[in-house]
């Protein structure tokens, strides 16, 4: 079955180490895509999702900028970050995506830990799924390497991303 991916209820989220002792979070706001679930036969599953980087926020407007800037995003060269699967298995009641990411140009496989919701039929008649996606990235990987360093020795943001994707489609 093919499916859209419903933007208002669907949230593509981050989280990274800052300043070594507190975690800084945030997430896209624009973030559209379709996918295909084959619950008897996962390797036909597949999906495509992207990221406007101009949507990202962490809730501090200095931030975002800096973000969007050519140290971090470069949001006015590389304005999508973008995902296609490239294998589906499942893992227990589970699966695990495997798909090719895609931030500032640079592509890296990544492996998607997925908790899949079921469908259900809405009030309005619309067929609806949900999944839940989390895995981690080093930043660095994909071009992201500004940082700072603190007196005490560490590095101001960490390399480690943590993502994590909850998406609501509904039935194309």
Same mark, same amino acid.
């Given at each position: 079955?093919?499916?859209?991916?419903?933007?208002?209820?669907?949230?593509?989220?981050?989280?990274?180490?800052?300043?070594?002792?507190?975690?800084?979070?945030?997430?896209?706001?624009?973030?559209?895509? @379709?996918?295909?679930?084959?619950?008897? &036969?996962? /390797?036909? #599953?597949?999906?495509?999702?992207?990221? %406007?980087?101009?949507?990202? *926020?962490?809730?501090?407007?200095?931030?975002?900028?800096?973000?969007?800037?050519?140290?971090?995003?470069?949001?006015?060269?590389?304005?999508?970050? @973008?995902?296609?699967?490239?294998?589906? &298995?499942? /893992?227990? #009641?589970?699966?695990?995506?495997?798909? %090719?990411?895609?931030?500032? *140009?640079?592509?890296?496989?990544?492996?998607?830990?997925?908790?899949?919701?079921?469908?259900?039929?809405?009030?309005?008649?619309?067929?609806?799924?949900?999944?839940?996606?989390?895995?981690?990235?080093?930043?660095?990987?994909?071009?992201?390497?500004?940082?700072?360093?603190?007196?005490?020795?560490?590095?101001?943001?960490?390399?480690?991303?943590?993502?994590?994707?909850?998406?609501?489609?509904?039935?194309?």
């Amino acid at each position: 079955m093919a499916w859209t991916i419903d933007a208002t209820h669907s949230n593509i989220g981050f989280a990274i180490r800052h300043m070594v002792v507190s975690t800084t979070r945030g997430h896209f706001t624009a973030v559209s895509g @379709t996918l295909n679930i084959d619950e008897a &036969t996962p /390797a036909n #599953s597949w999906v495509q999702a992207e990221a %406007d980087v101009a949507s990202i *926020d962490t809730h501090d407007a200095n931030r975002d900028g800096h973000l969007r800037s050519a140290d971090f995003f470069d949001a006015e060269k590389y304005p999508k970050i @973008t995902f296609k699967s490239t294998n589906v &298995t499942k /893992a227990g #009641s589970d699966y695990k995506v495997t798909g %090719d990411l895609t931030i500032r *140009d640079v592509t890296k496989s990544v492996t998607f830990d997925v908790e899949y919701s079921g469908i259900i039929k809405d009030p309005y008649g619309l067929q609806r799924t949900g999944f839940t996606a989390t895995t981690k990235i080093s930043r660095k990987e994909f071009g992201l390497v500004w940082n700072g360093l603190l007196e005490t020795g560490g590095a101001v943001i960490g390399d480690e991303v943590k993502l994590n994707l909850e998406f609501e489609a509904t039935q194309q």
